[in-house]
């Protein structure tokens, strides 16, 4: 069950943060919004560390002075061990650098289809490199099946596409669209070789480092503290952060890179979905239609995910 059931939380809480950062942004610049957004949930996973490490501490009847006193011991023998920095680089590339240089191509005039043609491209990037970075050899069926869905993307956001958009909006999203993949292969490589509390920590904390340096050398911050900001971070921090980022990096270590990444094609037909019944925008038949194409293209690529051949 849980095989199904995380594929599709993920895709629903994933398509919900584009809402939720849409109704943030008009409130709050946007790496203003990122930072305390990331800052927020790495004080989170703090206290769930602490809490899982004091629970873990009484279940053993061990006092807590003694336990710290064997940390620094523990930290130096499994130091060389966790690979911290390509952790904290993970979350510099997929929380920094691709939410940022998204929010920046939006803020400088490139619309959010266009927006999310070009990072929805990524499946077809990152599979590519991991035919060569990790020997994944995805079948003739699974490509297929990522052009069907590539294909559904574009169906579902071509009537709105711009053509006027700024080069220098253009670049940042394709930057985006960089950062993403490279962090998204980085985190494969990385695997299960640093917990997966201990992971997010150190990504969280990474990125609000890099949006506080954002908002010190690039952007005046403004924030305004109404209910409407307070709802939509609220739910970036608890539903997408805390919530389809996890679940990201357990499909991520759990099933090939094709199969994970192919999931993203779902995200911008339902996004249009979820803004139909929160903020009123049209769902037309061609939007169906690109739904359903981009759902097919997605069965092919993680139906055939178990069978894929490595040499």
């Known amino acids: ?6 594929p599709i939380l993920f895709v629903v809480l994933w398509s919900s943060a584009f809402v939720a950062g849409k109704a943030g942004v008009q409130h709050a610049t946007p790496f203003a919004f990122l930072a305390v957004r990331f800052s927020v949930v790495a004080l989170i996973f703090i206290a769930v560390a602490i809490g899982f490490w004091l629970w ?10 003694n336990l710290a006193a064997n ?4 930290a130096q023998k499994n130091h060389s061990n966790d690979p911290i920095l390509q952790t904290a ?6 929380h920094g650098a691709y939410l940022g240089s998204t929010f920046f191509a939006m803020a400088n005039g490139l619309g959010a289809a266009l927006a999310a043609l070009i990072v929805s491209t990524q499946p077809l990037l990152t599979t590519a490199l991991a035919v060569f970075l990790f020997d994944e050899k995805p079948r003739l069926i699974q490509w297929v099946g990522i052009f069907i869905g590539f294909s559904g993307v574009v169906v579902v956001i071509s009537p709105s596409l711009g053509i006027n958009a700024p080069i220098i909006a253009i670049l940042s999203c394709i930057f985006a669209l960089l950062a993403i993949t490279t962090g998204t292969l980085l985190q494969k490589r990385i695997g299960s070789s640093i917990g997966l509390l201990k992971s997010n920590i150190i990504q969280a904390s990474a990125a609000s480092l890099f949006f506080i340096m954002l908002i010190v050398t690039v952007e005046t911050p403004h924030i305004t503290w109404n209910s409407a900001f307070i709802i939509a971070l609220a739910w970036q921090v608890l539903a997408v952060s805390t919530g389809a980022y996890v679940i990201l990096m357990i499909l991520i270590k759990r099933d090939s ?18 803004a139909f019944f929160i903020l009123g925008e049209p769902l037309t038949p061609v939007t169906v239609s690109g739904f359903l194409m981009a759902s097919s293209g997605v069965y092919l690529v993680t139906r055939h995910s178990a069978t894929a051949q490595k040499p």
């Open 1 to 6: 069950m849980a095989h199904l059931f995380l």
């Open 56 to 65: 873990r501490a009484k279940s053993q009847n061990d006092k807590i002075v």
């Open 71 to 74: 940390l620094p011991n523990k």
């Open 89 to 94: 680089l993970v979350g510099v590339l997929i």
């Open 257 to 274: 890179i094709a199969a994970t990444t192919s999931l993203l094609f779902l995200v911008p037909p339902i996004t249009g979905i979820i």
